[in-house]
């Protein structure tokens, strides 16, 4: 791992982490998102590390829309990811499997929050017409915020918005999706509960990788490599 | 509106417009006018906010692309065309509201639009993105 002693000292606040508590995640992530965000050199050598690293490289993700890359796995459950929105991402209203934070570090999306799943009650699901936006916010350049595993939520994003997430770890094997346009919601299990076919067709090609990283170099996320990543 | 047969139910005073700071408003309006005139999708343009529509499912929302306006004149009606071509075409109408957005703003800024760029389905086309 890259991290020197600043995001080494910021990594280790989150191995001692209390996942359940928003406010220490939040206290605890935002350094080493800002850091990062402030250092985009040092951005530059994770992803290179990321894309060159045996482990890291097979829990990339790359979808029609959205791009992932694991910048750090670490030990303890949880992980440092980039998502680059492509042109026209939406995604239906879903929750998580974990609690995260996110920095926007380039672009913005329109971010609604519909409650958390508790609204489901005993059901096992929900009608999608049933969800009412309790707050819309639009999440732009050099905001942080964290969001509990249980709020459903979705994004509309501008085109290559890039954002830089603490990922914790996973609380539950299986999230909520609805769409509202069909008028269905189900409940999606994680990558562990996913054919060999199915993870394959996630799973990030080093091609890609690539594409991404000259992407984000010439989109001005990604500063020039450090010195000594250059050497 | 409310004469057409393909509209037979009067829209008579329903309002079908807002001004600028009435934006707010406008999930009421979409509301009222589905419910008045029972269309698909009853869709409100807010100009560089995007714009939502109302259907069966409740509501939907796309923002605008950020872009230099060079002029609004005929605004409206290139997001009719990019929403209208982009639905025909078989798209869903997230896609197609997508699309008049990016028409929209791409003729507001005076950009040359020859075509439509095809917009993926949502989560990921035949993979549901992990969350």
């Not at chain 1, 939040?26 to 998102?33: F, R, Y």
């Not at chain 2, 008045?36 to 939907?60: E, S, Y």
Request: glycine letters at 8%; proline letters at 6%; hydrophobic letters at 40%.
């Amino acid at each position: 791992m890259l991290f020197d002693t600043d995001l080494a000292e910021a990594a280790t606040m989150l191995r001692t982490l209390d996942w359940t508590d928003l406010a220490a995640i939040t206290h605890a992530s935002t350094p080493l998102l800002a850091v990062l965000d402030a250092r985009r050199d040092t951005l530059h050598d994770l992803v290179v590390h990321a894309i060159e690293d045996d482990h890291l490289s097979g829990l990339h993700e790359h979808y029609d829309i959205l791009d992932k890359l694991v910048l750090h796995d670490d030990t303890s459950g949880w992980r440092l990811r980039l998502h680059v929105f492509a042109p026209g991402y939406f995604d239906r209203p879903h929750n998580h499997r974990w609690t995260y934070t996110s920095r926007i570090l380039a672009g913005s999306y329109t971010h609604t929050l519909y409650g958390s799943d508790e609204l489901l009650g005993d059901r096992e699901t929900i009608d999608p017409a049933q969800l009412t936006p309790r707050m819309v916010r639009t999440e732009t350049t050099g905001d942080t915020y964290t969001l509990q595993h249980t709020m459903i939520h979705a994004i509309t994003a501008q085109p290559h918005t890039t954002s830089l997430i603490v990922r914790g770890p996973a609380v539950k094997d299986r999230f909520l999706v609805t769409d509202q346009v069909t008028g269905h919601s189900w409940w999606q299990y994680g990558a562990a509960h996913e054919s060999p076919e199915t993870a394959a067709a996630k799973r990030m090609t080093p091609q890609r990788a690539r594409a991404t990283l000259r992407r984000l170099r010439e989109h001005g996320v990604l500063g020039p490599a450090t010195e000594a990543a250059s050497a | 509106m409310g004469r057409s047969p393909r509209w037979p139910r009067p829209a008579w005073g329903c309002r079908v417009g807002l001004v600028a700071n009435q934006v707010g408003q406008a999930p009421r309006l979409a509301a009222d006018l589905f419910h008045r005139l029972g269309p698909d999708a009853a869709i409100v343009t807010l100009g560089r906010f995007g714009a939502l529509a109302h259907t069966t499912r409740g509501l939907l929302r796309t923002p605008a692309p950020t872009v230099t306006v060079v002029h609004t004149h005929g605004a409206g009606a290139a997001f009719s065309a990019g929403y209208a071509q982009t639905l025909l075409a078989g798209a869903t109408l997230p896609e197609a509201l997508h699309a008049g957005c990016t028409l929209g703003s791409a003729h507001c800024a005076g950009s040359p639009v020859t075509a439509i760029q095809p917009t993926p389905t949502p989560n990921g086309g035949p993979c549901v993105i992990r969350h």
